[in-house]
């Protein structure tokens, strides 16, 4: 049966570069995972071998490093535009590059007088920060993002009026726990070079902050409308972003039986279960807007 090279892709991928910048005695650290998807003319290196269109995996790491140095790290969304459009102007056999970071936190340690040490840094450990830039030559999507962002609430919330059949065992809560580990990725609207630029750095912190005032100010009878106002209110405070898309894991936390002990346990005691869990996925959009970011957001 005849057959025929169908889509392909190649790069290095997790390349790890810390760029520290020296402003006099202040230093300033930016932490990224970087990893590049190249595609293009590549169908004889499949059929045949031939590498005359390959452009090494080891110099797309090394470009990754140059980069750092020539060009600085503004922010993760910033340098995956440098590193997309070199590599598609300046290979005639690449026609898309896509360049994945995260961006791991740091922030300075508080020396014992109070001030912020200037050159000792800390891991927040809260998140990790994603971007995601693609280039094919004449169109840019940008879509960012974090996972790992953990969120409770310890009250203001509910769950009840839910389908049940025979097999339903689970009691209807009037104040429960709501915890939850955010994964979320947002689609800009800004798609080439002669638009407004977005400001990468203050996007970032506002969608974060909306995102985060969302879940706190919501009172949730269930997890997809605390996932909706989430979507909502970063889409109606911020123009640049056009869709929003979110994968939350329903932590569980169950009211732990005390009284074999003679105990009273008035939502005080939870054990808190790290499977199974609900997952909760869902994508909200500007009005007018398609959606494009996957379903499975590990594949972005």
Known sequence: MPTILGQNQYGKAETRVVKITRDGATHHIKD??????????????????SNANVLPTDTTKNTVYAFAREHGIASAEQFGIHLARHFVTSQEA?????????????????????????????????????????YDGATWEVV??????????????EFWGYVKDKYTTLKEAYDRILATSVSARWRFHWTGDE?????????????????????AETYSLSLQQTLYRMGARIIEHRGE???????LPNSHHFLVDLEPFGLKNDNEVFFAADRPYGLIE????????EARIPVDLTNL
């Open 144 to 157: 960012s993002g974090l996972k790992d962002l953990t969120v409770l609430n310890s009250t203001d919330s």
């Open 282 to 289: 869902g994508t909200v959009l500007r009005d007018g807007c």
């Open 195 to 215: 638009e407004p630029v977005p400001d990468w750095e203050t996007s970032y912190a506002e969608v974060r902050k909306h995102l985060l005032q969302a879940f």
């Open 241 to 247: 972003i056009d869709e929003v898309r979110f994968s």
């Open 94 to 134: 690449i026609h898309r590059a896509r360049i994945r970071v995260e961006e791991y936190a740091w922030e300075r340690i508080a020396t014992s007088d109070a001030r912020e040490a200037r050159h000792s840094f800390v891991r927040t450990g809260q998140e990790t920060r994603l971007t995601q830039v693609t």
């Open 32 to 49: 990224l995972n970087v990893s590049v998807a190249l595609s293009g003319d590549m169908e004889e290196v499949h059929y045949s071998g």
